[in-house]
């Protein structure tokens, strides 16, 4: 009789902590990146006549002299990120209205591939985006993908290759493929945000359940023995 009170004791506050669980406020959690914490360099080929690009931190201003060409502008952490908790990428930006596409690639470290020092060899996430003038943009991490040119260049096969947020080391942001050439373009940045919830909660709720767990086995290993 006192074991089964036990066993309906425990069952009641695993009940009790699901219930807290599901009402617990879902805590969110916004980790913003100032300019002083970033390195800035131009990205794409001025050089070879491919693009003209001009740039100051947090903004652009290019111009595409072929379809092929490139431009844009990006930028490396002082120190690392981890993004695997994070669920959006969050930019704040204001664009000029010929301004159609803009292609947002996350580097990130390939532990197989990248070498220190190499930023060539980092491991492009990207995802394109539509823009539309002066609006917050809230992309999804999961909408992120590696390009088939990083495989082809690491001459590695695109198998299930999973993407890693674990370390991250900047972003690189250039106009799209549906941009027209010979138009001036330009940007300007004026937050960069990842946006996560914490599960703190969730990893307390597992701990209690467990023991709660280990306290009915318990129970019955000491019933089965007398």
Not at 54 to 72: D, N, Q, R, V, W
Not at 119 to 148: A, C, H, N, W
């Amino acid at each position: 009789m006192k074991n089964q009170y036990f066993r309906t004791l425990l069952l009641i506050l695993g009940i009790a902590g699901i219930v807290v669980f599901a009402l617990y406020p879902n805590e969110k959690k916004v980790e913003c990146f100032e300019k002083d914490s970033m390195n800035f360099y131009p990205y794409g080929d001025s050089a070879g006549g491919m693009a003209f690009v001009e740039i100051e931190p947090f903004a652009f201003k290019c111009s595409l002299l072929y379809e092929t060409g490139t431009c844009g502008m990006g930028f490396s952490f002082d120190e690392k990120k981890n993004w695997n908790l994070m669920d959006y990428l969050v930019l704040d930006m204001q664009s000029s209205a010929n301004f159609k596409e803009l292609i947002v690639s996350v580097q990130t470290y390939d532990p197989g591939h990248t070498k220190s020092g190499d930023r060539s060899s980092l491991k492009p996430v990207m995802k394109e985006l539509e823009l539309t003038g002066k609006k917050r943009y809230y992309i999804p991490m999961d909408q992120f993908y590696t390009p088939d040119y990083w495989f082809e260049q690491q001459r590695v096969r695109n198998t299930n290759n999973p993407k890693r947020f674990s370390i991250v080391a900047g972003l690189e942001l250039f106009a799209g493929w549906k941009n027209t050439p010979n138009t001036e373009l330009e940007l300007k940045i004026e937050g960069v945000c990842v946006e996560g919830h914490s599960n703190v909660p969730f990893v307390i709720l597992v701990a209690y359940i467990g023991i709660l767990i280990m306290a009915a086995i318990s129970i019955r290993t000491k019933h089965t023995r007398s």
